[in-house]
Each structure stands twice: as structure tokens, then as C-alpha cells.
């Protein structure tokens, strides 16, 4: 909470930016794109892609960006529009990647626990925790804990409601307890 | 204090610091000790390689030039309901208002209530989905299903249920009168919505068809004077969902082609 403040001048900046992209400032894709890139390709990794497709993905992202970026409204929270996008990157990467029969397994089978060597590592790193979860759940977790949404943002990057996300994002903790649980317990035996 | 609220505090970024009473949790449950031990993990930062940095600023710099924003909410929910309302009103000229003066008031009322508050539920819902990241009241996804559910309900209470001798041809003649209709309505629509972001082709090409074919159902209940709620199911509600499959395939024949061209 204490973050806050330091959270809403970022958030504040991006969309100011994002006003000066419209303007067509030189500037401002130079920046918009060092601050936003690490959270999106962050994004797109925990979604279960490969780092080849994730660079892939993102530089589709900015180009659709790219695009459509008169819709973007000055005013409004830049982070949703951006993830909104994303997401819609993301769904037509998925898509195309299982027409093209490449990485046909990659989405539809969850990646197995990374083995580990120190077996009294009880805790995965943040992408093999949420990899357990169902897409939407991980989708939700990622955004609150990768790209620092709030739920308001994220019902709007996701056309939900903040009343779904927040369900989602309470699911999918349940979920992660069940599944730390599960890991601390089967490193308790390996000891 | 209960896993529950943990929960709660988690998702509404309250962890840090953490109050005294879930400090008193953790120190008893150790599923949500293990939970907020791992997302105090800082997760692993990822950078793009220098060379895609490059390719895109050098991509969105070489076609840099300054766009003028998108129309407010407003005027674009305006200028959909306007192209429902005028489509609706000039197909008076090709068809009479015998229905009118058929219906009695209460039917004519409630039924151009329901038919107006579908229309306004969709144009609201296609005025979000033209800008990635609006806010939602409904999930866009359900509203034409709730809109026809809604006309269905309508037309089932306003209305009788008997049976006529010549169903199929009646059905036939009101339907095609109403496709022209939804098809001069679907022109301008579709003129408004590419000024948008329209990320999910399905979705809104479904929504468009609908709205576009609610305006052949207003000119048929303008127009036709049979009163059967089973004809008026199955001709004037049939031209707005025949109108959404067509825009349902659309939408469907878009967003593969656009993955087909780009493999």
C-alpha cells in the first residue's frame, strides 16, 4: 500500500505518453516500449510461451498497438488497453501456433514441476506456480502480480467484471495453497 | 481473520505490511504462510533482447504520424442507435404500418419498449468493444444471447399462440422483407464500428448482425399485421437471427483468415 502513490505517478506518466505516441512525439514509442515491454513479455511467458514466441508475441502486441492506437481515449487508464490487447495477441498466437500444429501440446498440457536440485527448495519460481492453474486463473494472477493491475484494470482488460475477477483471483489462490501444500509436502518426504 | 481474508488482502495488495491479525494467522496456517512466501518472491524480470527492442521503436517510429482520438462513448452510441432508428423509419416507405393499427397500445408499447432496449443493450455493448480495455456492465459475450432472450419472452407474453393454415409461406414473405432491411442497416453500422479496435471479430460481428437485424424486426412489427405470436417468433425475431449468424460467420470467416494470412 505504501507503493501506492509511487504506482499512480507511473500509471499517470504512462498515459501521458501514451497522449504524446498519439501526437506522434519520437519519443514516446521509445519509452512507452522500455516501460511496458518487460511486464508484457513477463505476461506472455507465464502464459505458458516459449521466450522465441514470447518476443514474438510482443512485437505483434506493439504493432497492433500500433495500429489501433486512436483508440485509446486520453483520460483513461492506459494499463487495460494495453492488456487488452496483449490478450488478444496472446488468443491469436495460441491459435495460430496450434493451426500451424508446432506447439500443439504446449497450452493444453500443463508443463511438469521443473525438477529441482535441491529438493528443500520448497518454493517454484513465480511461472511453474501459476502454470498449474486454469488459463483464466493464471491470466488474473499474472496481471495482479506481473503487471500490477488492479482488479478494476484487469475487469477491463479482460471484458469481465470486477465481481469475476476478483472470484478468479480467490479460485485461483485457493488453488496455489493446495498446490505449495503439495510441493512442501513431497519435499518433507524427499528429506 | 481466516485464509479468506488472506486471500482478500492478497488480491487487494495489502500484504505489505501486513496487519496484526494476519501475522497471527500465518503464524498458525501454514498453507497460507507457503502462500505469501511465495508471491513476496520477486518474480524474475525479463527483458527483451536488444535487437527486438530495436525492431520495434524502429517499426513504430517509421510510420509515426498524429492520430486523432476516437469519438466519446456517446456519440458513438448515438450515431448506432440513430442508423437503427433511421433504417427502422425509412423502410416505412417501402412497407405500410398496417401492424399499428392492429396491435393495441400495450402491445405496440411493450414491444417497441423491448425492441429499443435491445437495440440501446447492443449498441452499448458494441460501442465498449470498438476500445480495447473499456469498462463492461455485462460480459459482451452474453448480451445477444440476453437480447434475444429478452425479445422471446416479449413477444411470447404480448402476444397469442394459434395456428395458421399457410405458416411457412407467411414466415417466408416477412423474412424476405426483413433481410433487405438488416442488410441496408448492416452498411452504416459496420462504417461506425471500423473506426474501432475490434479484437474479438466473432463477438462483435455476432452483436452487429443482431443489432443490424433488430432493425428488419422494427419495419416487420411496423409493418405486418399478423399478430401470431409463432409467426412473429419465427419470421420477425428470425430476420435479427438470421442477421447475427450471418454476422456470427463473418466473424468467424475474419478471424481465421486473418490467422491464415498470417501463419
Known amino acids: 500500500m505504501r507503493e501506492k502513490p509511487e504506482v499512480e505517478r507511473s500509471c499517470a506518466e504512462l498515459d501521458r505518453w501514451m497522449e504524446r505516441y498519439q501526437q506522434a512525439d519520437p519519443q514516446a514509442p521509445a519509452f512507452l516500449v522500455s516501460a511496458l515491454s518487460p511486464a508484457l513479455l513477463r505476461f506472455f511467458r ?31 487508464p492506459v494499463l487495460p488497453w494495453i492488456y487488452a490487447i496483449a490478450r488478444r495477441v496472446r488468443v491469436d498466437g495460441y491459435r495460430r501456433s496450434r493451426r500451424i500444429n508446432v506447439h500443439e501440446t504446449a497450452m493444453e498440457v500443463l508443463p511438469e514441476r521443473p525438477a529441482q536440485s535441491d529438493p528443500r527448495h520448497v518454493l517454484p519460481v513465480f511461472d511453474a506456480l501459476v502454470a498449474a492453474l486454469p488459463e483464466a486463473q493464471r491470466e488474473v494472477i499474472t496481471m495482479l502480480k506481473v503487471g500490477g493491475l488492479s482488479l478494476e484494470e484487469i475487469a477491463r482488460a479482460t471484458s469481465s467484471t470486477v465481481g469475476a475477477v476478483k472470484q478468479k483471483a480467490h479460485r ?20 | 481473520m481466516n485464509c479468506e481474508n488472506i486471500n482478500r ?8 505490511p501486513l496487519t496484526p491479525e494476519a501475522g497471527e494467522h500465518l ?45 466519446p462513448k456517446r456519440y458513438i452510441f448515438v450515431s448506432l442507435m440513430a442508423i437503427f432508428i433511421v433504417v427502422a423509419v425509412l423502410s416505412l416507405s417501402r412497407f405500410r404500418a398496417f401492424a399499428i393499427a392492429a396491435m393495441t397500445p400495450l402491445q405496440t408499447g411493450a414491444i417497441f419498449g423491448a425492441l429499443a432496449i435491445s437495440a440501446g443493450l447492443l449498441a452499448y455493448s458494441l460501442v465498449n468493444q470498438m476500445v480495447p480495455g473499456s469498462r463492461y456492465r455485462f460480459p459482451p459475450g452474453k448480451v445477444p444471447l440476453a437480447v434475444t432472450i429478452l425479445l422471446m419472452v416479449s413477444i411470447a407474453a404480448l402476444f397469442p399462440f394459434y395456428e395458421e393454415r ?15 432491411v438488416a442488410a441496408f442497416a448492416a452498411v452504416p453500422l459496420w462504417l461506425v464500428l471500423r473506426r474501432g479496435a475490434i479484437l474479438s471479430p466473432i463477438m462483435t460481428a455476432t452483436a452487429m448482425g443482431l443489432l443490424a437485424g433488430l432493425a428488419g424486426t422494427t419495419a416487420l412489427e411496423i409493418h405486418c399485421p399478423n399478430l401470431a405470436a409463432w409467426h412473429i417468433l419465427a419470421s420477425h425475431l428470425g430476420v435479427a437471427l438470421i442477421a447475427a449468424i450471418v454476422g456470427l460467420v463473418v466473424g468467424w470467416a475474419v478471424e481465421n483468415w486473418k490467422l491464415i494470412i498470417r501463419p
Do not use: M
Open chain 2, 27 to 71: 503464524r498458525t496456517c501454514a498453507k497460507c504462510r507457503e502462500l505469501v512466501g511465495a508471491l513476496k518472491l520477486a518474480v524474475p524480470t525479463d527483458l527483451p533482447s536488444s535487437t527486438v527492442f530495436r525492431e520495434i521503436e524502429r517499426g513504430l517510429v517509421a510510420d509515426l504520424r498524429p492520430v486523432r482520438p476516437i469519438a
Open chain 2, 9 to 16: 488482502a492478497i488480491i487487494e495488495g495489502s500484504t505489505s
Open chain 2, 166 to 180: 399457410s405458416f411457412w409461406f407467411g414466415v417466408w414473405v416477412c423474412i424476405r422483407g426483413g433481410i433487405p
Open chain 1, 172 to 191: 485461483g489462490y485457493d488453488r496455489l495453497r493446495k498446490l505449495l501444500r503439495s510441493y512442501a509436502e513431497a519435499a518433507g518426504g524427499a528429506q
Open chain 1, 46 to 76: 507465464s502464459q505458458l510461451a516459449n521466450p522465441g514466441q514470447a518476443e514474438d508475441l510482443l512485437q505483434d502486441t506493439w504493432l497492433r498497438i500500433h495500429r489501433v492506437r486512436h483508440t485509446y481515449r486520453p483520460g483513461e
